[in-house]
C-alpha cells in the first residue's frame, strides 16, 4: 500500500489550499505534486496567476508559495494500480490539522471528482470545511482543453486577496 511520500506544500500565509487525490507514480518518483509532464496544473495555474509556466521543483514551490497557495492530496495511502484513480481501494485521508492551525485558509479547492469523492467522503466532516470541486488537471480529462481549465480555474483568484 503505498503511502504518500511527501508532505504538504503551505506556509503562514496561504489563503487556498488546493487538493488532489493521490500523487502519481510519476509525482511520487519526483517527490513533488503533479510531476507527470502531461498534467496540466502548472500550466493552468501559471494562467490563472499570470506568472511563466515553472519547470522546476523550486520554481513551481516558488510560484504557488508567492501567491499565497497550498497544495496537498486527499489521500495518505491507499492502493493503487500505477496512476489509475479508478483503482484506489482502502482509503487513508491525509490529516488537514497542521496546514489550517498554521494557515489562514480561506477555501479550500478539489482537484477533480476522485479528489472530491475522497474529501467528501474522509475529510469534510471532520474538518468541517467544504470545498470547491474544480475541473481536473488530469490528461484523463481530455474533454477539458487548457483554455477552459484556465477559465474554470479563475476562480481561485477571488480568494487570494
Known amino acids: 500500500m503505498p503511502k504518500h511520500p511527501f508532505p504538504p506544500l503551505y506556509d503562514k500565509n496561504s489563503k487556498i489550499l488546493i487538493l488532489g ?19 496540466r496544473f502548472w500550466k493552468v495555474m501559471a494562467a490563472v496567476l499570470d506568472e511563466k509556466v515553472p519547470v ?5 514551490r516558488r510560484m ?12 495518505a495511502s491507499c492502493d493503487i494500480t500505477g496512476s489509475s484513480d479508478s483503482s484506489i481501494k482502502n482509503v487513508i485521508a491525509n490529516d488537514f490539522t497542521e496546514i489550517l492551525q498554521n494557515a489562514d485558509i480561506k477555501q479550500i479547492f478539489v482537484n477533480g471528482k476522485t ?6 467522503k474522509y475529510v469534510c466532516d471532520k474538518i468541517g470545511r467544504d470545498s ?24 481561485v483568484k477571488e480568494y487570494l486577496n
Open 56 to 60: 522546476t521543483i523550486d520554481e513551481k
Open 21 to 39: 487525490s493521490f500523487p502519481s507514480v510519476r509525482s511520487r518518483e519526483q517527490m513533488f505534486f503533479y510531476g507527470h509532464p502531461q498534467n
Open 132 to 155: 470547491i470541486c474544480l475541473p481536473s488537471t488530469s490528461p484523463a480529462n481530455a474533454a477539458w482543453s487548457v483554455e477552459k481549465l484556465v477559465t474554470a480555474w479563475d476562480v
Open 115 to 120: 479528489a472530491e469523492k475522497y474529501y467528501i
Open 64 to 75: 504557488l508559495l508567492s501567491n499565497n497557495i497550498a497544495l496537498w492530496d486527499v489521500i
